[in-house]
């Protein structure tokens, strides 16, 4: 809808009603002046300041608005700062019955419905995108968030990563992240500033620190450059402009310099362009005057201007008789869709980033309304890893390792086949510690274990999906033709004596020392542990994803911590998906059955396919990449865990399409219980 009539119609319900207005940017000052008359307004809200005056209105902390009556709040902000000013006042507006509507007459109250498809989202297609290019004889392409893009939710959280960094290293700056952005929106009422001027209003602030603003603006971009990623679909189409023989140019509103935005572009390649717009250069903002700039320099010469901010990309360059596409942010075809339900549990900086990768991975591409049906989809088992699995992988090895730390273990068993890749992962993070891929296996550990009829009586408690003579064979590693016709549990214990002995073997080719150890497994009772115990004298302590039916164990002497604590497993969602988690994790070597004489181990037949391994690969790359990525970013004293978070992650597993033939044709193997699920069944 066109935007003057659309907040006409707001302020014409309210004619007759006190109202606030939240933002002091000269965007403020032009509303009131077009509206000032009309409206009964009381007073100024800021996110930085609550006193003072600003256009002739006093400016006031939000508590002060109830003994006002303000019945309604307009956010003059762009869309983009909308947001975060929405989540900041929307428990406060919806408590004391107040509307909120942004200065384009948008209700902010009114969120968006969780979606998975894009049926509801006004985009146009690739196709169309390259129409108007051919048609126009000048392309400008807005840079950040359309051609390339940061790893993190929001450009803010730069701020507080960067103040993470400085804490890292001695120094505080108090209410860092607060100050820079403050310093940035004073500055920029004005024109545009440099990154060194913010820095300087920062300093001044605070009365100084023992770094300097040169240095501070320094830290920030070389911080910024590496979050950098560029958005791959968007590069091909402004390709695609200058193989068209159009002139191409980029328009970007940025603190940083034109050297800088330079230095950007060489980085991604995105070369061959006509000229740079870059608005510290030239004083002035998009919302200003820089797309004035930009006709005059072709005068005469049709212009589309491609960006993603509604405000200053399309409405601002079409007030200047460009034409103008949107090409929708990362961080826009999410909210699109409700956030996918996960706005609710996005807290720290580390659950900031956790989503900026997972959006930069999954909306780099803003082509999504190609086809009729615009559904969300992931195309490759890499993507399933990197978005679904490793948040929660990652949170889990972190957990782990500072639990080993604390409780001061030296050495650590990744039983095979789960600790294959959570044990790569811990060695990322961990290498001080003697960390062992221990070939076992339940089978291997229950052969080796057996000491007693109890033992035995144990093992079946837990019922096989099978004959007698098949369970003999797969859990004891006993062939038979006919049980009834052996001594069972005889022939068992029997087996377990030379098992253990086996064992033996090759736990002295491995070097251990006497200290304790600790033992990572993924979802289990304890019965692995249990048993390898036996094989040891020193004492073991279990670190488990999930333990099942901690009840059961109660009198077996064990020392087991899980991640997801009974009560916690008990109302949380991850037993409805921890059978993925569990896939994703296995080794691409058989199943470790028992050892030979000589301490060897001796493996199973191979039951997945060479195409089941190379789909596993694929998705471990996906949440190793994952970790790095994650790692890379944020400073060891910035990462928190949110199970929460990694479960809505986790979940959408279920409801995003997967387009990946091969991984939907995996199993969900459990040989010791005789099971087999197909990945599509637990996947839903």
């Known amino acids: 809808m066109n ?66 009556e303000v019945e309604l709040i307009i956010v003059v902000a762009r869309p983009g700062s909308c947001k975060a000013i929405t989540k900041k006042i929307r428990g406060f507006c919806c408590e004391n019955d107040i509307a909120l509507f942004d200065v384009r007459g948008q209700d902010l109250l009114n969120t968006a419905a969780v979606a998975y498809d894009f049926k509801n989202v006004n985009g146009a297609s690739r196709l169309e995108l390259l129409d108007k290019i051919n048609a126009s004889d000048i392309i400008s392409f807005d840079l950040f968030d359309t051609l390339v893009m940061r790893k993190t939710k929001s450009y803010v959280d730069v701020f507080e990563l960067l103040d993470f960094q400085l804490r890292d290293i001695g120094i505080y700056i108090p209410d860092f992240a607060k100050n820079r952005l403050y310093a940035e929106k004073v500055l920029s009422k004005d024109k545009p500033p440099g990154l060194e001027k913010i820095y300087d209003i920062v300093l001044r602030m605070i009365g100084g620190s023992f770094i300097n603003a040169v240095e501070l603006a320094e830290l920030e971009w070389k911080l910024d450059f590496s979050l950098l990623a560029v958005r791959d679909a968007v590069k091909k189409i402004f390709k695609s402009a200058i193989a068209m023989g159009k002139k191409v140019v980029i328009t970007t509103d940025s603190y940083y310099s034109k050297a800088q935005i330079v230095q950007i572009l060489e980085r991604f390649e995105i070369i061959g362009y006509d000229e740079l717009f870059v608005s510290c250069e030239y004083g002035t903002a998009k919302t200003q005057e820089l797309f004035h700039i930009l006709a005059n320099k072709y005068k005469g010469k049709s212009i589309l201007h491609i960006g993603d901010d509604e405000f200053a990309d399309i409405e601002k360059a079409k007030s200047h008789n460009i034409e103008a596409y949107r090409l929708y942010s990362a961080a826009d075809l999410f909210d699109s869709l409700g956030g996918l339900g996960t706005e609710s549990e996005i807290d720290s900086i580390s659950d900031r980033v956790k989503i900026g990768l997972f959006l930069t991975h999954i909306f780099n591409n803003p082509f999504w309304f190609d086809d009729e049906e615009r559904k969300l989809f992931v ?225 199973a037949k191979e039951t997945r396919t060479e195409q089941d391994l190379r789909t596993l690969d694929k998705v471990q790359s996906g949440i190793l990449q994952f970790f790095e990525d994650y790692l890379g970013i944020l400073p060891e004293s910035a990462r928190k865990g949110n199970k929460k978070l990694n479960e809505k992650l986790l979940a959408l597993v279920n409801k995003i399409q997967i387009r990946d033939e091969d991984f939907l044709t995996l199993k969900v193997e459990d040989p010791f219980f005789g099971r087999m699920t197909d990945i599509k069944d637990v996947i839903g």
């Open 3 to 68: 935007q003057m009539s659309n907040i006409k119609d707001v302020l014409k319900e309210y004619q007759n009603k006190k109202i606030a207005l939240y933002g002091l940017g000269t965007e403020t000052e032009r509303f009131l002046s077009e509206y000032g008359r009309e409206v009964s307004v009381v007073g100024l809200l800021d996110g930085f300041r609550i006193d003072g005056m600003m256009y002739g209105f006093p400016i006031i902390p939000i508590a002060d608005i109830l003994a006002k």
């Open 379 to 603: 195309k490759e088992a890499s993507d399933i890893g990197y978005l679904f699995c490793a948040p929660m992988f990652t949170d889990f090895t972190l957990w782990m390792k500072d639990c080993v730390k604390e409780q001061g273990f030296t050495q650590i068993f990744f039983g095979a086949r789960d600790g294959f890749l959570i044990g790569r992962l811990y060695r990322m993070l961990d290498e001080t510690r003697d960390s062992y891929y221990f070939l076992s296996s339940r089978t291997a550990a229950i052969r080796a274990g057996m000491e007693s009829e109890e033992d035995i009586d144990y093992v079946d408690s837990m019922k096989y999906f099978g004959t007698p003579e098949d369970e003999l064979k797969v859990r004891f590693g006993i062939y038979v033709e006919d049980i009834s016709k052996i001594d069972r549990k005889a022939e068992i214990l029997k087996k377990a004596k030379q098992q253990k002995k086996n064992y033996q073997k090759y736990i002295d080719k491995l070097g251990i020392r006497d200290n304790n150890i600790a033992i990572f497994d993924f979802v289990a009772k304890g019965t692995s542990q249990m048993y390898i115990q036996k094989l040891f004298t020193q004492h073991m302590k279990g670190f488990y994803f999930l333990q099942l039916e901690p009840e059961f164990m109660t009198d077996k002497g064990l020392d087991i911590e899980p991640f997801y604590s009974d009560e916690e497993k008990n109302t949380s969602a991850i037993f409805d998906n921890y059978y993925i988690l569990e896939t994703m994790l296995t080794s691409p070597y058989p199943m470790m059955s028992e050892m030979d004489n000589d301490g060897n181990p001796v493996f």
